[in-house]
């Protein structure tokens, strides 16, 4: 596990664009099942791909006529419970951190793995998020 003081920033930085953070296993089932239309969950990380890739490629997907209409992440390495949860949702997916997925009425509609995301620029990752939500939300 981190320390707090080292991961609350890298939190932080999703929770401030209105991300709600899910930290046990009954809030990433409540909030993956009762979700209505498109939820965005991400799975946050402290690598250097997270900060300088994910983060703010997911925060630029955000900035469209279409997004979802939840935002959710856990935090990988620190909310273990809630991350393995996640998973089992991602499936057929492979465990990956970081990742980003969009559900839709509760349904995994598309996947963005660690490799997707590490070799990507912030931008791209952007574009393929925003064309994710142009056709699911």
Same mark, same amino acid.
């Given at each position: ?26 809030? !990433? ?11 965005? !969950? ?35 390495? !620190? ?59």
């Amino acid at each position: 596990m981190y320390p707090q003081e080292l991961v609350q920033p890298m939190k932080d930085d999703l929770t401030n664009v209105g991300f709600q953070q899910l930290t046990t296993i009954d809030e !990433v089932d409540q909030t993956i099942d009762n979700s209505k239309g498109c939820l965005l !969950v991400v799975v946050n990380s402290v690598c250097g791909c997270a900060a300088g890739n994910m983060r703010p490629g997911v925060k630029l997907s955000l900035k469209n006529d279409k997004i979802p209409a939840t935002l959710a992440t856990v935090f990988a390495g !620190v909310d273990g419970e809630a991350v393995s949860q996640a998973r089992k949702y991602f499936l057929p997916y492979p465990a990956s951190s970081p990742s980003i997925a969009l559900f839709k009425d509760g349904k995994l509609v598309h996947f963005l793995e660690r490799h997707h995301i590490e070799g990507g620029s912030a931008q791209m990752i952007a574009d393929n998020l925003s064309e994710a939500y142009k056709e699911f939300c």
